[in-house]
């Protein structure tokens, strides 16, 4: 049982490039999310998804986007990289809202 | 002002030692609250999920949340260097998660 897998864990870009980061689950949770740490601001909401078709945005979207097109799958990319968006990304998953959320070992990103 | 404030430490203590990590949220309409660990370069673990009000234990870490005045701890007992990590406190608002900035804790050998 692999939980909450993330992909890459590491990522260097440029301004200006785009690209995805991976979230897979493998527990048929049906809410999922994607936050991003930052030093001293602690776990932002960037944007979640209550099941297959359905996302909101979170505290944070601006810059990212999301689908749901399976249960197991979620995610995040990056339109047009920015250094702002230097940062720890980390995906979770719960069998519902109000239950205790999983999550990945994050994807550390830098934009150059 | 945020919807939950941490103190972000760096807290030390001794081995063997009672350590209290506290945190108050300002929406009295919260029912489930939450105490994650983080390891350097890791992902959170959770460590205790709460509905309401009143105390959970499990093993040397007990959780305990007030409503009247909107604060939440985390206890540990008999601290060991393992201990050593982030704690990161949380509200589950249904749709949407809502964590603290964490509290650096170092428990010397």
């Known amino acids: 049982n692999a939980g909450v897998t993330q992909t890459p864990k590491f990522q260097v870009l440029k301004t200006g490039q785009s690209m995805t980061l991976q979230c897979a689950q493998d527990?048929?949770?049906?809410?999922m999310s994607w936050y991003r740490q930052d030093p001293g601001m602690g776990l932002r909401l960037i944007h979640y998804?209550?099941?297959?078709?359905?996302?909101d945005q979170g505290e944070v979207p601006n810059g990212y986007n999301v689908s749901r097109s399976t249960t197991e799958d979620f995610p995040l990319r990056l339109l047009s990289a920015a250094p702002s968006q230097t940062s720890v990304y980390f995906c979770a998953s719960s069998s519902y809202t109000n239950q205790p959320q999983h999550f990945g070992d994050g994807t550390r990103l830098s934009i150059l | 002002q945020k919807e939950v404030e941490q103190d972000p430490g760096p807290l030390s203590v001794p081995e063997g030692a009672i350590v209290s990590l506290n945190c108050t949220y300002s929406n009295s309409a919260f029912q489930y609250f939450m105490w994650y660990r983080q390891y350097s370069r890791k992902g959170p673990e959770l460590l205790m999920y709460t509905y309401s009000s009143g105390n959970k234990e499990d093993g040397r870490f007990t959780a305990q949340v007030d409503k009247s005045s909107k604060y939440i701890s985390l206890f540990i007992r008999d601290s060991q260097p393992s201990d050593s990590a982030t704690y990161l406190c949380g509200i589950d608002g249904t749709y949407k998660y809502i964590f603290g900035t964490g509290t650096r804790l170092k428990v010397l050998a």
């Open positions: 998804s209550v099941g297959a078709g359905i996302t």
């Open positions: 527990m048929n949770h049906e809410y």
